[in-house]
């Protein structure tokens, strides 16, 4: 039998089923400035899998640059909305290796097959491994195909003209990554967090590979200096901004 787990300390999820919104709708949801028109990228989010995963779309409004990003699940409706934009994912990556983020791996890379599937090399062994990637746990044994680039800190992706950096986030497993999009003159900043970091929360460290004081070191000394106004889209849930969590998030404010 299958069982639902949090991925994320207090970090709450939307609940409700498989759902796809773009970046516009979920800002204004979760009480957010909104600066859509002015933002050379467009970002698809899509609730997917048992976990409710976010897997973003990612593309440039101008080229055919594309880049998904955590294909948990749901391949069919990751596959339309990729389908949807006209252009082909140049890259496919994972913030980290637990099965609610990898589960469609294999059914992107089947049908793109020259989209690099990219990890932290820290996590590789986890994609092909559903012990390792926690799936074996809920009786649903998710095997990704290796990666085929491994990442490091400071590694660059392309959307088009715009560029996102890698940051490593160890702590809710020893490869987790940040994809950070600096934003504009005019335009905030992304980041991709994967679990690192929530609204309200911060993520799990209790399971294999966690590690409690290398997650909070990263969420102060690297994600922590990211200027206030950057968007924070995280692995579930609702997207926040990083002054938000730095003023009301209870790990960082009690005490």
């Keep these: 039998m299958s069982r639902r787990v949090d991925f994320a300390r207090r970090g709450p999820y939307h609940s409700g089923s498989q759902e796809r919104r773009t970046t516009n709708d979920r800002f204004k949801e979760d009480g957010l400035d909104v600066e859509e028109k002015e933002r050379p990228i467009k970002v698809d989010i899509l609730t997917v899998g048992l976990m409710q995963t976010a897997c973003y779309v990612v593309a440039d409004k101008e080229t055919d640059g594309l880049l998904v990003i955590d294909p948990g699940g749901d391949a069919e409706m ?3 909305s ?5 252009c082909e994912p140049a890259v496919i990556v994972n913030t980290h290796g637990h099965g609610d983020h990898i589960a469609a791996n294999g059914a992107l890379k089947k049908a793109y097959p ?3 599937l990219c990890i932290h090399r820290a996590d590789a062994d986890m994609l092909t491994d559903p012990e390792k990637n ?3 746990l809920f009786d649903m044994p998710v ?6 680039r491994l990442l490091a800190e400071g590694d660059e992706m392309s959307v088009g003209e715009n560029t996102l950096s890698v940051i490593h986030l160890p702590g809710h497993t020893p490869g987790g990554i ?20 929530f609204a309200g929360g911060v993520g ?13 070191a990263c969420i102060r000394g690297k994600l922590f200096t ?6 924070v889209l995280p692995g579930h849930g609702p997207a926040t901004t990083i002054g938000r969590e730095k003023q009301t998030n209870p790990f960082f404010t009690s005490g």
Excluded: H, N, Q
């Design 78 to 80: 990751i596959l339309e």
């Design 82 to 86: 990729v389908s949807m934009t006209g």
């Design 114 to 116: 020259d989209a690099p």
């Design 134 to 136: 926690l799936s074996a």
């Design 143 to 148: 095997t990704s195909p290796p990666a085929d």
């Design 178 to 197: 940040g994809l950070y999009w600096p934003g504009t003159d005019v335009v905030a900043g992304m980041l991709f967090c994967g679990d690192t970091l």
């Design 204 to 216: 799990r460290t209790d399971f294999p590979g966690g590690d409690e004081k290398a997650l909070m």
């Design 226 to 231: 990211l200027p206030d106004d950057t968007f």
